[in-house]
């Protein structure tokens, strides 16, 4: 932005606006655009001040009231009031450095009353205190504050590298209680599975037996009456001699079986049939 002057006449940019001394006395305002003086009468432009909003990053170094150092960078956009230019432009030498000079004194007020958590939870309540100071004490010098900004909050190294640990340190709790009752739930349906699986395995054993049972029963009947003078004992030994040979079919059949020695024979056959007919009797005194 620039301003052309001369002894007659000034221009003042658009966002801008000039102060007219007379004898060096401050005399008016001048609006953007050409202005004309009458420097015969000592009337001259003193400056020029633009208008728009300025933006000033502050950097604090404070302590917490858990005893944490902390560096906070706030954002202050600021701009000269234009009903009050003169104020601004004669009261104050460097505006910059008085407005960083309030935010230090009002954030290193406010921030050891409450500590580091509190402050990342508050720090719009921060940004607004020293807000609403700024505006008492800079508005008597003719600015503006627009808006305060708590750009970033940086602990100690220390702290942070502490904070991480903390927080790491709570993430893996709370994963070992999940994957403890992650581990609990498959323990439980596990065992749930095995008690099924046992279960509907007895009711099958069972079943398979009540079937042999029953063709058992069926072919014995049927074979008493379709063979005059069978007794059930010799039908049984009939039965029993098959099923010893489809048995000795299977085993031979099989590739997955290894080899097998078993006594073979007509009186071995006898014996086997004579077994369970005496383990059946002797379950059934048992029983009763």
């Known amino acids: ?40 009468a000592g009337q001259y432009l003193a400056g020029v001040l633009s208008t728009r909003i300025q933006s000033l990053e502050v950097k604090i ?23 009050s230019a003169d104020d601004a432009f004669y009261e104050l030498q460097n505006p910059a450095e008085q407005i960083q ?33 700024l505006e008492k004490v800079m508005g008597e010098y003719g600015y503006l504050i627009e ?7 940086i602990p100690d190294p220390s702290v942070r590298r502490a904070m991480n640990e903390i927080n790491a340190a709570q993430r893996l709790q709370l994963a070992s209680v999940y994957k403890g009752e992650a ?7 596990k065992a749930e599975a095995e008690a099924e699986a046992k279960y509907l395995g007895g009711v099958g054993v069972a079943r398979q037996r009540q079937a042999i049972t029953d ?10 009456h379709k063979v005059e003078g069978a007794s059930a004992k010799e039908v049984m030994d009939l039965i029993m001699i098959t099923q010893y040979f489809d048995t000795i079919k299977d ?13 073979h024979g007509p009186g071995h056959v006898r014996d086997i049939g004579d077994q369970i007919r005496n383990g059946l009797m002797e379950a059934k005194a048992g029983a009763s």
Request: with cysteine; charged share 20%.
């Open 1 to 40: 932005m620039g301003n052309a002057s001369c002894v007659f006449a000034g221009c003042i940019d658009q966002a801008s606006v000039g102060i007219v001394e007379k004898w060096g006395r401050f005399e008016k305002l001048a609006e953007p655009g050409l202005n004309f003086f009458n420097p015969c």
């Open 61 to 83: 170094e404070t302590k917490t009231k858990d005893n944490v150092f902390v560096q906070i960078i706030s954002s202050i956009q600021y701009r000269v009031i234009k009903q």
């Open 101 to 133: 000079a309030y935010v230090f004194d009002v954030v290193r007020a406010q921030v050891p009353r409450i500590t580091l958590d509190q402050l990342f939870e508050q720090k719009d309540e921060v940004a607004k205190t020293v807000l609403q100071e």
């Open 147 to 153: 808006h305060i900004l708590m750009v970033d909050i």
């Open 183 to 189: 581990d609990k739930i498959l323990q439980v349906k």
């Open 215 to 224: 063709g058992l029963r069926e072919n014995i009947l049927n074979f008493s």
């Open 251 to 263: 085993l031979g059949s099989s590739s997955n079986n290894t080899t097998v020695f078993i006594p």
